[in-house]
């Protein structure tokens, strides 16, 4: 079983370049989020969907945007990468907003030069 | 403010030898505390829900216990396939998981 698949798995990007990093799931799975993970700092939420359609700020919005057109993929882009995002990204899901139980994806290490 | 805190930051341990890992939380109104799994290179990975103080789940030689201000994993007779990094969250007020820094468990043959 698939679960959440994440890409690219790793990808170096220079300063002031755009990237998107793709996340798809495919337990029809209406809540889906985007955390990064850094040393000493943990997961922190980015942006976050409760349903297809609608998307909300996390902790650290800034710099990211997400879509969700459908109830599957939930994109992240940088539109213009600095060095601070330099970091590991997780997609998540869970069947609706007010479960803890995570589904994560196994990550993408995005490093900005 | 909404905070979840571990401890310790890491631990070794050697094989067999019991120990507990801590989780402290701030969060205003508890609706669960959740613990994962994450190996290196690894997404985490779900492992308990607890709701109510005094409530415990197990799995294998995990035990995870809750009181009205923290959480214990206990971790009886580990092997080194227990090393891994073990994080606790809780939701915030809008239903979205503060996720601790963690605990990186290291057991030792």
């Known amino acids: 079983t698939a679960g959440i698949t994440q890409a690219p798995t790793s990808q170096i990007l220079a300063a002031g370049r755009s990237m998107t990093l793709r996340c798809t799931q495919d337990?029809?799975?209406?809540?889906m989020y985007w955390y990064r993970q850094d040393l000493g700092l943990g997961l922190r939420l980015i942006h976050y969907?409760?349903?297809?359609?609608?998307?909300g700020k996390g902790e650290v919005p800034d710099g990211y945007s997400v879509s969700r057109a459908n109830t599957d993929d939930f994109p992240l882009t940088l539109a213009s990468a600095v060095p601070s995002q330099t970091s590991v990204y997780f997609c998540a899901s869970s069947p609706d907003r007010t479960t803890g139980e995570l589904f994560f994806g196994e990550g993408s290490r995005l490093t900005v030069l | 403010e909404d905070q979840v805190t571990q401890s310790p930051e890491a631990l070794r341990l050697q094989e067999g030898e019991s120990s507990s890992l801590n989780c402290s939380y701030t969060?205003?109104?508890?609706?669960?505390l959740f613990w994962y799994r994450q190996d290196p290179g690894k997404g985490p990975e779900f492992l308990f829900t607890l709701y109510s103080a005094g409530e415990e789940k197990e799995k294998e030689r995990l035990k995870a216990t809750l009181t009205k201000k923290e959480s214990f994993l206990h971790i009886t007779a580990p092997k080194p396939e227990d090393s891994a990094t073990y994080l606790c969250a809780g939701p915030d007020n809008t239903d979205k998981l503060i996720f601790g820094t963690g605990t990186r468990l290291q057991v030792f043959p």
């Open positions: 969060v205003s109104g508890l609706r669960g």
């Open positions: 337990m029809r799975h209406n809540a």
């Open positions: 969907s409760n349903t297809a359609g609608t998307t």
